[in-house]
């Protein structure tokens, strides 16, 4: 079945460093792929998303593009605040899959930046 | 309200014991959706509604979880005869209709003791 795979944490950076987050996906179908971020103590946010190939999400500084050959969407951000500090998850939907339209999320990165 | 709420926040429940959980969508929104978050993993999908409609449920563990939303808003996830394994985060989202961005609550964290 369609799973994402997301770089394990706790990912610990000093501020204004270059950040990357690296995302594998295995999907049948044309996903979409998406970006989600939990700050402390609140709920799950859409940060960007991507609906095809080639496709350039960026949302707060963040970026990550669709690449279907790598079926990777790496998280990127060129220099993290501490307000950045959150868990970051990964996900995929199958548009075409049937009514659900689910999503299928890694299993989050923790990102902590120091001032 | 502005927001998609759960209650309550936070749930005890000795094992055994039934359990349910709120989730009041954000209004005017079609889908809904239950995921389940184990400590340090990510959610996982367990059931989907369009208005009053189940139309996934694939995701349910066992046939001691249910979920009802029976007027297309509020939705209740339902765990019977609970056990250590259901303890978890119970995340309910709305989106307002397919293909489009789901809102997700502050969730519910269930400890079963």
């Known amino acids: 079945g369609d799973s994402v795979t997301q770089m394990e944490g706790p990912v610990t950076l000093s501020e204004e460093a270059f950040l990357t987050i690296n995302c594998t996906y295995t999907a049948t179908g044309y996903p979409s792929l998406f970006w989600y971020v939990q700050y402390p103590g609140e709920g799950l946010q859409l940060l960007l998303k991507a609906t095809k190939a080639d496709d350039k999400g960026s949302n707060k500084g963040f970026e990550a593009t669709y690449r279907k050959e790598t079926t990777s969407f790496h998280l990127e951000k060129g220099s993290v605040q501490v307000s950045d500090s959150a868990v970051y998850f990964c996900a995929l939907s199958d548009r075409g899959g049937g009514a659900t339209n689910k999503l299928i999320f890694g299993t989050g990165t923790l990102l902590a930046v120091q001032p | 309200g502005a927001g998609v709420s759960q209650s309550p926040r936070y749930k005890v429940a000795k094992r055994g014991q039934d359990v349910a959980l709120r989730c009041d969508p954000i209004?005017?929104?079609?889908?809904l959706f239950w995921y389940q978050q184990a400590l340090g993993q990510g959610p996982e999908f367990l059931t989907y509604?369009?208005?009053?409609?189940?139309?996934?449920k694939s995701g349910l563990p066992s046939d001691r979880f249910f979920a009802e939303r029976p007027e297309g808003s509020v939705s209740t996830l339902k765990i019977q005869r609970t056990q250590q394994e259901d303890s978890a985060v119970y995340l309910c989202a709305s989106s307002f209709e397919k293909n489009t961005e789901a809102f997700f609550g502050q969730g519910t964290r269930l400890t079963v003791v």
């Open positions: 509604f369009q208005n009053e409609a189940q139309l996934d």
């Open positions: 209004s005017g929104h079609v889908s």
